[in-house]
């Protein structure tokens, strides 16, 4: 029997549930996290989200029907999540998403973690001019390395749009490298 599998099964079950949760998040909330935090950039809205999935994650592991990869359905729920906050800070703030763009781009300039690598914040400011599909499928395929077969699967969306998407933002990239 697979991990995962077996993983589900107590999950599912009301006696090992709790036990069975905390080795998941062992298992994935540092993927998880990073995932998020190239979403919203900032550690504490970070944390927020992450919270916010792992409950979702939580109350809903019943409805795991195993179509798919149990990380694919709990990177997609991470996904909504972070979308959805960042959705919802843009109304709190009443900004567009130009502003909240910009927002993006000052907060990585403040954050520790991208401190003194030039290259690095120069690749991360690129990638927040980018429109949120773009840069959703951008970072899952550069950073994360997830093959379009299960990017499709997370974000409901046909292999051939992702990847046409995928070279839409890797131009857009370079572009904006070499003119910065």
Known sequence: M?????LILR????KTKESAFKELLKLYKERL??????????????????QNTFIKIYNNIHKFK????????????????ALTHLKRN???QSITSEELQQQTIDNLQADVYFEGDEIQLK???????????????????????????EMSEILETSEGALKAS???AVKKIEEFL???
């Open 90 to 92: 843009a109304q709190l």
């Open 66 to 81: 195993g179509e798919s990869k149990l990380y694919s359905w709990m990177y997609r729920i991470a996904t909504n999540e």
């Open 123 to 149: 690749l991360q400011k690129a990638i927040a001019t980018l429109p949120e599909k773009q840069k959703l499928v951008f970072n899952m395929r550069y950073f994360d390395d997830i093959k379009y077969s």
């Open 2 to 6: 697979h991990h995962d599998d077996e």
């Open 33 to 50: 996290y990073w995932h998020i935090r190239k979403i919203v950039t900032s550690h504490d809205d970070t944390d927020d989200v992450l």
């Open 178 to 180: 070499t003119s910065h």
């Open 166 to 168: 995928y070279h839409i």
């Open 11 to 14: 999950l599912t079950s009301e």
